[in-house]
């Protein structure tokens, strides 16, 4: 005996919970299978003794507040999400260090005037420049917008954002290269590279300049309870629609017949029919493991492009607040160099020691208890510079050599104590991402999204995923990429697209 549903989401992460939320919302049945015990994939948070850790978000990009609401916030509060959800507002971008003689320090603003201000204080003279800058941005920054919301119209484009066609097909550094901007005040803007995974020299400047602009406009916002509370509300609103979520129930097959789903099957020999399928997890996982005679389009394309940054991750419970210690930001980015090109090819190594770290305290004041404190270090790595070094038996010791190397590289870059104040410590590795989240070889930024395969070029050819009748892909290696913001929004496209095809079905 088998369910059957109008639409099946095949794990729980961001864009497969709300797709599952917009589908139960408009009166279809839906049931979402989740392999593991909770919602929300790496968006979640886990207790190690007395704290309580954020497994993954940084920040919401496109989030906004009332008065400057970003695509997230609006998003949310058409399922009335944001009611359960208390928000936080970041103080601040981020504090770049660079740790190269001569060490620089930069602390970014958010909004766009307190940029300005932020650049001519440190480079006097490069006001009107940066101005020049940021009215390119804007440009740019609306005509990605209008693709976003109504395809690719060329003459529209031309005609209304004509800068944004002009620069549209190059990199970061070969518009840069026009723009002559001060090098100090261009490679402070350039600077945000590190959350794409992908060097200025093949990141597209379209996407990177629509995402930069809209983090500084918009400002960064993060849940007070961890991004665990998302998920739970959207798992609220779910079953209040009267959605299904079955947890440890892990997907084997999906089931199709003369190109079209009619199912799935799960590891507990269970099987759920539906002939609406949309999955959150990569393309590697569908067609490798989830699905038999896979259409060679698909494979094609899914083998063409590589796989972005992996991770390892050190989590750390201070006993001492953050005050205390001398650590007075939120986030950091701590480069060797500026310059993202020198930088991306040091990530390629396992002695890579660029790293991003948060203080949550500084964001939540309660977020651990008083004199205590929460750091997360994150450290990315290209390629695949594990392979040669790690194995069965040096595993464990692998990544506590790796945590001390990094908590090292935290200490001098701050000039703080951290070692001495650990009461608990976990460590995340790209093994940790692949068990937990199925992520190939522990890649955690999906598809790298380089200058010829960006998210613009994704966007215009959204519908070459669809290669099977019936199902639908969503998440982070979809056509706006990793990240939150992305994933939500893709996963509410995604479900608008296959309650059309359910409405057609209705009507054959």
Not at 21 to 48: D, H, M, Q, W, Y
Request: charge should be negative.
């Amino acid at each position: 005996m088998s369910e059957e549903y109008d639409s099946i989401i095949v794990g729980a992460g961001n864009a497969g919970l709300i797709s599952a939320l917009n589908i139960a919302k408009n009166g279809k049945s839906v049931l979402v299978l989740e392999s593991n015990s909770t919602p929300g994939g790496l968006a979640t948070s886990f207790v190690r003794g007395r704290f309580e850790f954020e497994a993954s978000l940084r920040e919401l990009n496109d989030f906004g507040s009332e008065t400057n609401k970003g695509d997230i916030r609006s998003l949310f509060d058409k399922f009335d999400l944001n009611d359960s959800i208390e928000w936080v507002e970041l103080s601040e971008a981020y504090k770049i260090i660079k740790t190269n003689n001569p060490k620089e320090e930069y602390v970014i603003p958010f909004g766009i005037d307190e940029f300005i201000k932020k650049m001519e204080e440190i480079e006097p003279g490069c006001k009107d420049k940066v101005s020049e800058f940021f009215e390119l941005a804007k440009e740019v920054y609306n005509g990605f917008s209008y693709i976003k919301n109504n395809g690719y119209n060329y003459d529209f484009l031309k005609n209304n954002y004509p800068n944004f066609v002009n620069t549209a097909s190059y990199s970061v550094d070969e518009v840069f290269k026009k723009l002559k901007l001060p090098k100090k005040i261009e490679d402070i803007i350039k600077s945000y590279w590190i959350f794409f995974g992908v060097s200025s020299i093949n990141l597209n400047f379209a996407q990177y300049i629509y995402f930069f602009y809209q983090y500084i406009n918009i400002k960064g916002y993060i849940p007070k309870n961890r991004s665990q509370e998302i998920s739970n509300a959207i798992e609220n609103k779910i079953i209040g629609y009267g959605g299904k979520i079955y947890y440890n129930e892990t997907v084997d097959k999906i089931l199709v017949e003369n190109n079209s789903v009619y199912g799935v099957t799960t590891k507990k020999g269970n099987m759920y029919k539906s002939k609406h399928i949309i999955v959150n997890s990569s393309p590697l996982n569908v067609y490798s493991t989830m699905l038999d005679n896979v259409p060679s389009f698909a494979l094609k394309l899914t083998n063409s492009r590589k796989l972005g940054a992996k991770a390892i991750t050190v989590y750390l419970g201070l006993n001492k607040s953050a005050s205390d210690l001398g650590i007075k930001n939120y986030m950091y980015l701590v480069y060797n160099d500026l310059d993202s090109n020198i930088e991306s090819e040091k990530m390629k190594s396992i002695d890579s020691n660029t790293i991003i770290v948060t203080c949550l305290n500084n964001a939540v004041n309660d977020a651990s208890m008083e004199g205590t404190s929460i750091l997360t270090i994150t450290a990315l790595y290209f390629d695949n510079p594990f392979d040669k070094v790690l194995n069965e038996e040096n595993y464990y010791s692998f990544k506590e050599k790796i945590a001390n190397k990094l908590i090292n590289r935290l200490e001098t870059a701050l000039g703080v104590n951290i070692k001495e104040n650990i009461e608990e410590i976990e460590i995340s590795t790209p093994i940790t991402y692949s068990k937990y989240n199925s992520s190939p070889d522990g890649c955690i930024y999906g598809y790298m999204m380089n200058n010829f395969d960006s998210s613009l070029s994704r966007i215009t050819n959204k519908n070459e995923d669809n290669v099977i009748k019936g199902l639908r892909l969503c998440g982070s290696y979809s056509y706006y990429g990793h990240g939150y913001d992305n994933t939500y929004l893709n996963g509410y496209e995604i479900s608008n697209m296959t309650l059309k095809d359910i409405e057609m079905d209705g009507e054959k």
